[in-house]
C-alpha cells in the first residue's frame, strides 16, 4: 500500500508535501517521511507512527523547508521491515544524493541486495525499496543521466512499483515510474505534482495524467517528459479529473466511521435514483456493456474480491442465483490468482473492490481478460486502475470512504449487486414480473428502514456496553444473511480486536459448538424467511451450552426474550433484501464496542484502506 507525493515548482513544498500525504493516510499510517532539497542538499526527514509525529519533527524548521524547490513524500503500510523511522521512506544511497519514496513490494530485493552489498553498497533499513536507490544511483553513476539510471534500473526490478526518484546535483527535477500501482501526475502553472491518488493533489489542479505501467515521466516545474521503457518519447494523455476539491470533515460524528454508517440511507437513495425509476419499469443500467443476446448466453459468473467486498459478493452470488438460475462462483481474488479457473467467452468475472486498487483483484480480473470473458467492475473508485480496466464499470458513487473499516461501500456494493441482478432477469425475461417488483418496492423504502435502525442506536450501544469485555464472539445466520455474519464479524475484528468468527449456524455443531460457555456471545442473525426457524433452533443449541445469545431479528415474537440476553430489533423486510438492512446494526454494534474500548477507530492497527500489494 503506502501513499506518494512529490512537488517541483514554486509553492511551499513542505505545506504541499504534508498536506497531500495527510489525504493519502487511508493507504497506510504506521510511519511517514519526506525529502526536500535545501541548501543545495537533499534532507530527510522520517517519523514513526502517525503523520503527527513527522510534522511534529518538522515544526522547528518548517519555514526554511518550506523555500525548498522540489521534494517528495511517502506514508507507510509496512511489507518489509517493521514501522519504524529507520524503515520509514525516502530511503537514499550511500551518499545520500539519491532519495526515493516507493509504493509496491520488490521482489528480488534479495538477490539485488546481494549484487549491491558486493559493489560496496551498504544497506540501513530491512526495507525492499532501499535496494531500488542503490541500483538506481548505481546505474546514475554509470549513465550520469537519471531518466537512463530509472529506465535501467527498471529493467532489472521484478515486483511492483510507483516511484518518485529526486537527486541532488538534477535540480528541481523529479522521475517517476510505475508498474502495477497507481501514480497520477497533477499539472499546474509552472508546477508539477505527483501522487499514488488523485485527493492528495485535486486542491491544487484538475489537470492531469494516469501514468501507464513501464512509462517514466520527468518533471520540472516548467516541463513533463514522457518515455516509454526504452526511453522512447511518449505524448502524454492529458485529463481533466472529474474531482472537485473537498474537505472531508466528520460533521459533528466522532468518527468518520460512525458518519458513514450513518450515510448510508443516502447512499442507497443515490444509487437507486438513476437506475430505478419506477417499480415497473425496468432497471436501467446503460453501464452494462453486454448485449442482451451475450447477457442471454451467460452460462457462468465469477465474482472476485477481498474482505468486505468479498462479503457483498457473497450476497450477489445468492441473489443472481435466485432471479437469474445462472451459476455463480464467489472466490477471494487471492485464491483465484493461483490455480486453474475454467472461463470462456460466455463467462462474465465481476470484479468487486471499494478502492478499485486491490492488487490481488486487479491481477485477477487482468487474468480472466486474457481469457477473453467479459469483466465488469463494481467499485466506488470510477478513476481507479480495476475501472479502467473494466469492460463494463458499475459504480457505486458511495462518496469518498474515509474510515478503513468499508461500510457505506459495503451496502452500496451489495444495492448494486440487486440492480444487476434485476436487470439480468429482466432481459432473460424468466423470472416473474411480480418478484421482481416486489423486490423493487422494498429496495425504496430500504433507507427509511434503515433510518429507523439508526434513530434507535441506543438499543445497540447498551448491547455494545454489555458485551465489550467479551474475548471472543460468534455470529451465526444461514442462508442470504451467512454473509452478513461475516461481515458483522470481521467490522468487530477490524476495529476492537476482538477475536470474532461468522459461521454458517447449521455448521455450529460440527465443530465450533465445543467452544461455547458462559463467557462467549453468540449473536443469531434472525431473519424472517425461509431459514428462520432453522437458525431459532441452532441458537437453542448454543443456548443449551450457556453461550451468552443476541439476536438481531425483525420478528415481534415475544418468547425471543426467553432464548435470547438481549435482542437487537430491525424494521420488519423482505428476507432476499435482508442483508442490506442486517448489517447496519452488525456495523453499530462493532462500532460501539471499538469505542468502548478506546480503540483508534477510523484507523485500525496493521490495516490500511487500499491493499496495492500481494
Ligand atoms: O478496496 P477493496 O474493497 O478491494 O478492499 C478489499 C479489502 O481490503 C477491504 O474490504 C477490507 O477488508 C476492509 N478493511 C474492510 O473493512
Known amino acids: 500500500m503506502c501513499g506518494i507525493v512529490g512537488y517541483v515548482g514554486e509553492k511551499p513544498v513542505v505545506d504541499i508535501l504534508l498536506e497531500g500525504l495527510s489525504k493519502l493516510e487511508y493507504r497506510g499510517y504506521d510511519s511517514s517521511g519526506i525529502a526536500v532539497n535545501c541548501d543545495d542538499k537533499i534532507e530527510t526527514y522520517k517519523a514513526k507512527g502517525k503523520l503527527q509525529n513527522l510534522r511534529n519533527l518538522i515544526e522547528p524548521i518548517h519555514g526554511k523547508l518550506n523555500k525548498s524547490s ?19 521512506h525516502p530511503h537514499s544511497c550511500n551518499c545520500g544524493k539519491l532519495v526515493i519514496v516507493h509504493n509496491g513490494i520488490i521482489e528480488n530485493f534479495k538477490q539485488l541486495k546481494e549484487m549491491l552489498t558486493n559493489c560496496g553498497c551498504e544497506f540501513r533499513s530491512q526495507t525492499d525499496t532501499e535496494t531500488v536507490a542503490h541500483l538506481i544511483a548505481h546505474k546514475f553513476g554509470e549513465y550520469n543521466d537519471l531518466k537512463k539510471a530509472v529506465s535501467e534500473a527498471t529493467k532489472q526490478i521484478e ?44 486542491q491544487y489542479t484538475k489537470k492531469a495524467v494516469y501514468l501507464e505501467d513501464n512509462q517514466i515521466a520527468v518533471l520540472t516545474p516548467s516541463t513533463m517528459e514522457l518515455f516509454d521503457k526504452n526511453l522512447n518519447k511518449l505524448e502524454p494523455k492529458v485529463e481533466i479529473l472529474p474531482w472537485e476539491s473537498m474537505s472531508l470533515s466528520k460533521m459533528g460524528f466522532k468518527h468518520f466511521m460512525l458518519k458513514e454508517i450513518h450515510e448510508q440511507p443516502d447512499v442507497v437513495r443515490n444509487i437507486l435514483t438513476d437506475k430505478l425509476t419506477g417499480c415497473d419499469e425496468p432497471i436501467q443500467l446503460n453501464e452494462v456493456k453486454l448485449t442482451k443476446d451475450e447477457l442471454k448466453k451467460l452460462n457462468r459468473i465469477q465474482v472476485v474480491a477481498c474482505g468486505t467486498s468479498l462479503h457483498a459478493a457473497m450476497v450477489g452470488k445468492y441473489i443472481i442465483e435466485s432471479l437469474c438460475s445462472i451459476p455463480v462462483d464467489v472466490e477471494p481474488s487471492s485464491e483465484y490468482i493461483y490455480r486453474k479457473t475454467v472461463t470462456d467467452e460466455n463467462t462474465l468475472v465481476i470484479g468487486v473492490s471499494q478502492s478499485g486498487e486491490t492488487a490481488d483483484t486487479i491481477t485477477a480480473i487482468r487474468q480472466s481478460k486474457a481469457r477473453n470473458s467479459h469483466i465488469l467492475v463494481i467499485t466506488n473508485r470510477p478513476d481507479s486502475t480495476m475501472a479502467r480496466d473494466a469492460d463494463s464499470l458499475l459504480p457505486v458513487n458511495a462518496g469518498i470512504e474515509v474510515s478503513v473499516a468499508a461500510t457505506k461501500s459495503y451496502v452500496a456494493q451489495l444495492v448494486s449487486f440487486y440492480l444487476l441482478a434485476i436487470y439480468i432477469a429482466e432481459i432473460q425475461g424468466k423470472m416473474d414480473k411480480d418478484t421482481l417488483t416486489n423486490i423493487k418496492n422494498e429496495l425504496v423504502i430500504l433507507p427509511q428502514k434503515i433510518e429507523m435502525i439508526l434513530a434507535h442506536k441506543e438499543n445497540i450501544q447498551a448491547c455494545a456496553r454489555m458485551y465489550s469485555n467479551s474475548r471472543n464472539f460468534i455470529y451465526i445466520a444461514r442462508g442470504i444473511n451467512y454473509a452478513t455474519a461475516l461481515e458483522g464479524a470481521l467490522k468487530l475484528k477490524e476495529i476492537s480486536y476482538i ?52 439476536a438481531l431479528t425483525d420478528s415481534d415474537d415475544e418468547n425471543l426474550k426467553e432464548l435470547f440476553d438481549f435482542i437487537i430489533k430491525v424494521p420488519k423486510v423482505q428476507e432476499l433484501v435482508s442483508p442490506i438492512l442486517s448489517i447496519v446494526p452488525l456495523q453499530l454494534l462493532a462500532y460501539y464496542i471499538a469505542e468502548f474500548l478506546g480503540k483508534d477507530v477510523d484507523q485500525p492497527r496493521n490495516l490500511a484502506k487500499s491493499v496495492t500489494v500481494e
Open 159 to 202: 515486483g511492483t512499483y510507483a516511484l518518485c526518484v529526486i537527486h541532488q546535483d538534477v535540480k528541481d527535477t523529479i522521475v517517476v515510474t510505475k508498474r502495477n500501482a497507481p501514480l497520477i501526475i497533477g499539472i499546474g502553472e509552472n508546477e508539477h505534482y505527483v501522487a499514488s491518488d488523485v485527493p492528495a493533489i485535486i
Open 499 to 550: 477475536n470474532a468468527t461468522g459461521y454458517p449456524a447449521g455448521e455450529l455443531k460440527h465443530g465450533p459448538i465445543a467452544m461455547l460457555d458462559e463467557t462467549l456471545p453468540v449473536l443469531s442473525i434472525l431473519m424472517s424467511g425461509m431459514v428462520y426457524d432453522k437458525i431459532l433452533s441452532n441458537s437453542e443449541e448454543a443456548k443449551a451450552r450457556n453461550a451468552k445469545m443476541i
Open 70 to 88: 522540489y521534494g517528495i513524500g511517502h506514508i507507510r503500510w509496512a511489507t518489509h521491515g517493521s514501522p519504524n523511522e529507520i524503515n520509514a
